[in-house]
């Protein structure tokens, strides 16, 4: 069975730290998606990688920043954690022809 | 730009009744589209996909209908269970896009008894 998985279900930081989200997925997949899902806004793209190394900024990408070292791994980065992004994280990943396939979300709460 | 929609944000459907969710898509060079189901506190879960060269496709209880004249996409779910009450979305992808899909905002689903 397909599996992608993220670090934490749930994590509650202060205003100012730094916060790693890791996400992992056993598909091989090239390409890998990290979202943020908001009510009534939907799921709004922040980054993705289609490689190890690369990364392409989504629609949302201020505050944030990813690492892709490893093709199973895509981190996202919170250099300085604000309350406006407190959110559920969404990562997703996906091969050339097929769906995105999701982790189960981290609900992050800033302080 | 290009975007995803959904008509109704909240359907409610009795139990063994038939569910219909509605998306409109915009993007005309769109040629592939998925149904996901988002349960309260989980990640979204694919239902069932169907590619441009296709007008209908049936899995378990579900049919997924694409209409490329009026990009239109609907999902029709048979005899729906407690177990159907989640947010459906649909998303769109071109083949040009590295694999990035386009979503919709979501259709709240409530089945009662």
Same mark, same amino acid.
């Given at each position: 069975?397909?599996?992608?998985?993220?670090?934490?279900?749930?994590?509650?930081?202060?205003?100012?730290?730094?916060?790693?989200?890791?996400?992992?997925?056993?598909?091989?997949?090239?390409?890998?998606f990290w979202y943020r899902q908001d009510?009534?806004l939907g799921l709004r793209l922040i980054y993705f990688?289609?490689?190890?190394?690369?990364k392409e900024k989504g629609d949302i990408p201020e505050g944030y920043?990813v690492?892709?070292?490893?093709?199973?791994?895509?981190?996202?980065?919170?250099?300085?954690?604000?309350?406006?992004?407190?959110s559920?994280?969404l990562?997703?990943?996906?091969?050339?022809?097929?769906?995105?396939?999701?982790?189960?979300?981290?609900?992050?709460?800033?302080? | 730009g290009e975007s995803v929609?959904?008509?109704?944000?909240? !359907?409610?459907?009795?139990?063994?009744?038939? +569910?219909?969710?509605?998306? %409109?898509?915009?993007?005309?060079? /769109?040629?592939?589209?998925?149904?996901?189901?988002?349960?309260?506190?989980?990640?979204?879960?694919?239902?069932?996909?169907?590619?441009?060269?296709?007008?209908?496709?049936?899995?378990?209880?579900?049919?997924?209908? !694409?209409?490329?004249?009026?990009?239109?996409? +609907?999902?029709?779910?048979? %005899?729906?269970?407690?177990?159907? /009450?989640?947010?459906?979305?649909?998303?769109?992808?071109?083949?040009?896009s590295w694999?990035k899909f386009q979503f919709?905002a979501?259709?709240?689903?409530?089945?009662?008894?």
């Amino acid at each position: 069975d397909v599996k992608v998985t993220q670090s934490s279900r749930y994590l509650v930081k202060r205003t100012g730290e730094k916060v790693f989200l890791e996400c992992v997925q056993d598909m091989d997949h090239e390409n890998m998606f990290w979202y943020r899902q908001d009510p009534g806004l939907g799921l709004r793209l922040i980054y993705f990688s289609y490689d190890v190394k690369m990364k392409e900024k989504g629609d949302i990408p201020e505050g944030y920043s990813v690492s892709r070292e490893k093709k199973e791994r895509f981190s996202l980065i919170l250099e300085s954690a604000s309350t406006n992004q407190t959110s559920m994280y969404l990562c997703a990943s996906s091969s050339s022809g097929t769906g995105e396939f999701f982790g189960p979300g981290t609900r992050l709460t800033v302080l | 730009g290009e975007s995803v929609g959904l008509h109704l944000p909240t !359907l409610s459907v009795q139990e063994g009744d038939n +569910s219909i969710i509605n998306c %409109a898509y915009s993007n005309s060079a /769109s040629d592939y589209f998925i149904w996901y189901k988002q349960e309260s506190g989980k990640g979204p879960q694919f239902i069932i996909d169907i590619r441009s060269n296709m007008d209908k496709r049936q899995g378990q209880r579900v049919t997924v209908l !694409l209409n490329k004249t009026v990009k239109h996409l +609907s999902l029709q779910i048979a %005899a729906t269970q407690p177990g159907d /009450s989640a947010v459906y979305f649909c998303a769109e992808n071109t083949t040009d896009s590295w694999g990035k899909f386009q979503f919709g905002a979501g259709t709240q689903v409530v089945v009662t008894p």
